[in-house]
């Protein structure tokens, strides 16, 4: 009999039964490989690796509890309905019955993910922690541009720009931007929203070029369900604070680009409820807008009444100003988002044009700084004598001796920091300091930069406090006491272990005096009265000149002891531990010899 011989009529058992293949899944929901894909897609189904592979090592296997949960999807039948619709759209055009092929068109079916989010995020805190891959995704998509051949439209587009920018003027509003970092990647920010992480990157405002090997039909898939899912997040947390969803923005500021200050003069405005008497100018509108709705969105009569009746601000020069006023009140704050609220209090930016205003624009905001730009749609012009900080790239115009020019790689590093950093470094012509990621732990990486030990004595400076010598801790500093108290404990110590070394040194010098008296006498009676006289000292001159045992080399041979005693299993897992040590010294010791040639490269350039 074989051995995976099963008798007819009997249940599969084990393996065979919990998992089954892609090809398995695709034949029992009868639906067609990329409809297969995209429903594991939204509904969270993932593959999985059976311990034991029935159908070979070269399938892919799913849960068959996530197939049985597929098959009573209702989005199964109405991809049908809609595939069936198709057909028939196609039939009429084939036909060159276009009347009948458009009149089909407006009555196709169509579907919502709501119950889906719902579903897979029963809770809110769900939500915002599954949101990184969600906001990358769709600051990705608001950076790229519309490409019909992979099924990209304008629409699309300008739906990941409104939500992304909604985002990011809940999180500048509320002051929850933690950490900043720009790389070559992007930029990485870190936000805390009710006390979830939410870390994603930006891509650069760069013109971006779209390559062959990149499956679009995956990436869009995922973008239409995370769409939903931020804008279910935006919805709940505008409400938290009291705003209304989706707001209404200013149609001119929106046709020059300025969608994240629009946003921020909706917040100021239904914050505030200004008083009647300025008007909006409503000849500010362009005429050109549409004025129908897209998917819900108001049209331009709805937009100028939304203006009169909330009074929202079409010139005013400190709009921005709003923005550091929080809505739930000063109390409900936390400490980090106190310090972050006043970092940029008192300081008024403007950007050149060669900086990336919308990234500074939020960053700024964020740190309740005031800021403007170069350009239609700013709050005050470059001529305001009130601005304190300017942002430039590499070259510079005209300049005002009452403001700082300064590098935008500054605020970066003060938002990281959380203090206002010295400019001496940072100005128009220098090469700035390292750009230093605050992902890093410097401490558990075992290498510190010297900038970042210079940002901690500022940090110490700023905050009044007295930074540890090496070696002691931050609680030693508030009690004087312990120091002395462990200083005479730590003598102490010393002293027995002292005493403890020189005991074992002369048990050992006794030893090797009594085995070369036995040497000597050999053949008689040993008798140590009468030949302590005749003891040749050269043994004891050797052992002088060793000096004490080696207390280094007695503990490897502990260790190594040690490892020789424990398990196999155990064996391999220290050797993981070791290998990733001697990785982690070896990056570190690479660090340390460039900062070195650095060095000497600097001593040869000034010799």
Known sequence: MPKHYRPAGKKKEGNAA???????????????????????????????????????????????????????????????????????????????????????????????????????????????????????????????????????????????????????????????????????????????????????????????VLTDDIDFG?????????????????????????????????????????????????????????????????????????????????????????????????SEAGALMHLIEDATGEDDDDEDTKECKSLFKNIKFFLSREVPRESLLFVISAFGGTVSWDGDGAPFKETDQNITHQLIGPTQGHKFLSREYVQPQWVYDCVNARIILPIEDYLVGRIPPPHLSPFVDNEAEGYVPDYAEKIKRLQAAARKHVLPMPGVGKEDLNDPQNLLVEAIINRAEANEAAQRKQKMFDRERQYHEELNMELQNRGGQYNPTSTAKQIPVEAVDKLKDEGPPDVDQAVKDAANMEEVMISRKKRKLYDAMKFGQERKQASVDLLKSRKRRLEEGRRSGRD
């Not at 108001?298 to 079409?314: D, G, T, V, W, Y």
Request: charged share 30%; net charge positive.
């Open 18 to 208: 919990k998992y089954v293949t892609r090809s398995q899944a695709v034949k029992q929901l009868q639906v067609s490989l990329p409809l297969f894909r995209r429903l594991c897609i939204l509904k969270g189904i993932f593959p999985r690796e059976p311990k034991k592979k029935v159908k070979g090592t070269h399938q892919t296997y799913y849960h068959t509890k996530d197939i049985l949960f597929l098959k009573h999807e209702p989005l199964v039948e109405k991809f049908r309905d809609i595939r069936a619709y198709d057909r028939k759209v196609k039939k009429a055009l084939s036909k060159k019955n276009k009347e009948r092929a458009d009149r089909l068109l407006t009555r196709k079916p169509s579907y919502k993910l709501d119950r889906l989010i719902r579903e897979r995020y029963p809770r809110f805190v769900d939500a915002l922690g599954d949101l990184d891959d969600c906001l990358s995704m769709v600051h990705l998509f608001a950076a790229l541009p519309a490409l019909e051949s992979e099924k990209i439209g304008v629409k699309c587009i300008h739906n990941c720009r409104r939500l992304s920018h909604e985002w990011q003027a809940y999180i500048a509003r509320t002051h929850k931007l933690r950490k900043t970092f720009i790389s070559v990647k992007g930029i990485y920010y870190q936000a805390e929203v009710e006390g979830q992480k939410i870390t994603w990157i930006a891509p650069h405002a760069l013109q971006q």
């Open 218 to 314: 995956v990436l869009l898939t995922f973008l239409e369900f995370y769409e939903t899912l931020l804008a279910f997040v935006n919805f709940k947390l505008y409400h938290s604070i009291n705003v209304k969803y989706p707001p209404i923005l200013d149609p001119r500021l929106e046709a020059l680009a300025a969608d994240l200050y629009a946003l921020t003069r909706w917040f100021a405005a239904k914050s505030e409820g200004l008083s009647s008497g300025s008007q909006a100018d409503s000849s500010s509108i362009p005429e050109h807008l549409d004025s129908q709705k897209v998917d819900g969105q108001p049209n331009e009569s709805e937009l100028r009444l939304a203006q009169l009746q909330h009074q929202l601000p079409s």
